[in-house]
Each structure stands twice: as C-alpha cells, then as structure tokens.
T-cell receptor, first 119, second 112 residues
C-alpha cells in the first residue's frame, strides 16, 4: 500500500493566488514526521517545511504553511501569494519514528504534484 | 556553508562499464542517503547509512549496485556492470539524526 498519496498530478494557479497541494499518508506509528520538498526544473530538491506528529500547531515557513489534520492523516501544503518561481514539482514525504532517536531514518516520498503558476 | 556535494554532475557511459558516483555530506551530519529518481518510479531510496554504517540496503536493485561510506565525509555508489535501465538521476542526501534531509544536486546518469 502507498504510504504517501498525492492525488493531484498537476495543478495550475494564478500568480498572487493561494494554492493547496494535497498529501495523505498511512502509518500506524504514533510518532512520525512529515516533510515537503520543492523540485524546480533545475532538478535540485529543496526542503520547505516540516510537521511532527505531536506538534500542536500547524507549521509555517514564510509563504508556506502545512494544514495538518491528524485524524484524516492529511498534511496539505498551502502556498500563499503564488509567484512564478513557485512553478515546480512538490513532494510530500514521511519519516516514521521519533525525531529524537539518535539515528537517521528513511523517508518515503509521494509521487509529487507539478505546480504551474500562471502570469 | 557548503551543501551536499556530488560528482560527477553528469555521466554518460556504455553498457557494461563500471560507474562510480561520489558524495560528500554536509559536515556534522551523521546520516547519508542515496536515492534514484526516474519518471516511471519516482524517487526511490536505495540505501542509507548512520554514522558510516549501512542500515537499510533493501532498496538496492540488485547485486550490480554497491555503496560504501569509508568515513563521515565521503560515500560512493557503484554500479558494475551498468545497464541502460540504470539511467536515472541519483541523489545523495544527508541529515542530522532523522531531521530534514538536505539533497545534493544529483548525478544524471545515462547508460547507452
């Protein structure tokens, strides 16, 4: 079964508008972390935002915010005031286990959503 | 601060040749990950190391692939012999414990 689902292969948004990219996840571990990455056409993977399963508040980083609905197992990325430079692939990823463990753990990535910002 | 460094950035080789990809993680990071990205399969974890020790190599496609991390600042991914289906972008990433991973620029491998 897919652990990370991103149901929108492609999305369009008008410049300066807000857009929500969907991500649902599947885990039975009570401790986990959720991450969003951006991959522009140049190919690099850029970390955007992180949400821990025990975090009480939704994460925010500048124009990025994470709409975390634990009961629904969803972690949607909201980009406010879209810019042309936001056009890219966006990947949702999950790490199972507590972040305080003294070792790294593998991430599972979703298939990605391609966002196109229109002028 | 230098990010994750990968070399080469592009590699074109003929089927049957040995290919070695190199990675230098961010200084102080104790976990290193190798991923492969293709259009068909997306981003796949191949192997990861904690404190230079391989933890999970279940993603390595077959015996033709091997990875080493002889010290905290260097890792290699080797394919021998290479095949056309190995053509992909290979990413190396590093992290401190299980916090966010920082990716290198990737190596685009083409096997003809």
């Amino acid at each position: 079964a897919q652990k990370i689902t991103q149901t929108q292969p492609g999305m369009f948004v008008q410049e300066k508008e807000a857009v929500t990219l969907d991500c649902t996840y599947d885990t039975s571990d009570p401790s986990y972390g959720l991450f969003w990455y951006k991959q522009p056409s140049s190919g690099e993977m850029i970390f955007l935002i992180y949400q821990g399963s025990y975090d009480q508040q939704n994460a925010t980083e500048g124009r990025y915010s994470l709409n975390f609905q634990k009961a629904r197992k969803s972690a949607n990325l909201v980009i406010s005031a879209s810019q042309l430079g936001d056009s890219a692939m966006y990947f949702c990823a999950m790490r199972e286990g507590r972040s305080t463990e003294n070792y790294g753990q593998n991430f599972v990535f979703g298939p990605g959503t391609r966002l196109s910002v229109l002028p | 601060d230098a990010g994750v460094i990968q070399s080469p950035r592009h590699e074109v080789t003929e089927m049957g040749q040995e290919v070695t990809l190199r990675c230098k993680p961010i200084s102080g990071h104790n976990s290193l990950f190798w991923y492969r990205q293709t259009m068909m399969r997306g981003l796949e974890l191949l192997i990861y190391f904690n404190n230079n020790v391989p933890i999970d190599d279940s993603g390595m496609p077959e015996d033709r692939f091997s990875a080493k991390m002889p010290n905290a600042s260097f890792s290699t991914l080797k394919i021998q012999p290479s095949e056309p289906r190995d053509s992909a972008v290979y990413f190396c990433a590093s992290s401190i414990m299980s916090y966010e991973q920082y990716f290198g620029p990737g190596t685009r491998l083409t096997v003809t």
